[in-house]
């Protein structure tokens, strides 16, 4: 189920039964349980996905968390390299992200997509690499995103799921004209190859959202690259995640995932809005800055 429509075509409206509410309210206090996992699955020899999360800590109100999977391709070895500059630039431009989120968040995967582009088209072993990207940032009561390629992002909440990117692949072009059922992308022979990557065009154009989400104690979100939703549906990663904190969903997804054959890297980052706890119980923030690798 796509939520992008509902989410920012339905002004004025009412939500349907069951659907998210997008509007604004006053702003929810919540901590933010976060984590990542990456796998080379049970067939590549090498694991070309990059991923962080970058957490700045403190109260709903002034922390943040960003949270950036990666998937990589190429020939050997350049698809780790495409992501890890791309998760490197990124984690460079932390600051610029947290100061203008909606800017920030586009200009650091157009400034990885240059970065990339420079050392493929400057080294021959390298040429043609490419990664996709997709990055979101929890801050101030809202989320914000952008994304380039077929990784995708998730929400959760109500119990229901809701797929908050747009594949760029050819079989989603095929989707939206019309000419394939929803059903039959997931089994079409095509369905991995994309029509948008950083790193293989000199410019490219990133998706992101018209405007912030507003976020909801009890949300949650899945990042993810397409070694995961090939091989479990939809439902199945909410049934997952719902009942279970950050680092066991991670684990139990790629334990599926390996268990259905594991054909591609799998790699998953998840934050869930967890309602705030009385101050007085709350950990004392250690770092101003924590990356996971």
């Known amino acids: 189920m796509n939520f992008l429509s509902r989410v920012f075509g339905r002004a004025g409206k009412e939500p349907a039964a069951g659907e998210p509410d997008a509007r604004p309210r006053e702003l929810p206090a919540f901590t933010v349980d976060c984590d990542l996992l990456s796998d080379v699955g049970c067939v590549r020899a090498h694991n070309e996905d990059s991923a962080r999360i970058l957490r700045s800590p403190g109260n709903h109100r002034a ?9 990589g391709m190429g020939g050997y070895n350049a698809g780790n390299i495409a992501s890890a500059l791309c998760v490197e630039t990124i984690e460079e431009s ?42 979101l940032l929890l801050q101030g009561g809202y989320a914000y995103s952008a994304h380039v390629g077929d990784s995708r992002l998730y929400l959760l909440r109500g119990g229901g799921i809701y797929l908050m990117s747009e594949d760029h692949s050819q079989v989603m072009e095929m989707v939206r004209s019309g ?43 899945i990042v993810c690259c397409d070694g995961l939703y090939n091989d479990i549906e939809d439902e199945e990663i909410c049934d997952v995640v719902q009942p279970r904190n950050a680092s066991s969903a991670c684990q139990e997804l790629i334990r599926i995932a390996k ?35």
């Open 63 to 71: 922390a943040a968390h960003l949270l950036v999977v990666a998937d």
């Open 94 to 135: 932390y600051a610029e992200i947290r100061r203008d989120p909606e800017r920030g968040l586009k200009h650091s995967l157009e400034a990885a997509n240059a970065r990339i582009y420079k050392q493929s088209t400057s080294n021959p072993e390298n040429a043609g690499m490419g990664t996709t990207c997709t990055a």
């Open 179 to 221: 000419l394939l059922d929803p059903g039959e992308a997931r089994h079409h022979p095509d369905k991995n190859v994309i029509t948008r990557a950083l790193g293989r065009q000199q410019e490219v154009e990133v998706s992101t959202w018209r405007e912030p989400m507003p976020v909801r104690a009890g949300d949650g979100f």
């Open 259 to 293: 268990e259905r054959g594991g054909s591609d890297n799998i790699t998953i980052a998840v934050a869930r809005l967890l309602p705030a706890e009385p101050a007085s119980s709350q950990l004392k923030a250690t770092r101003e800055v924590e990356a996971l690798p």
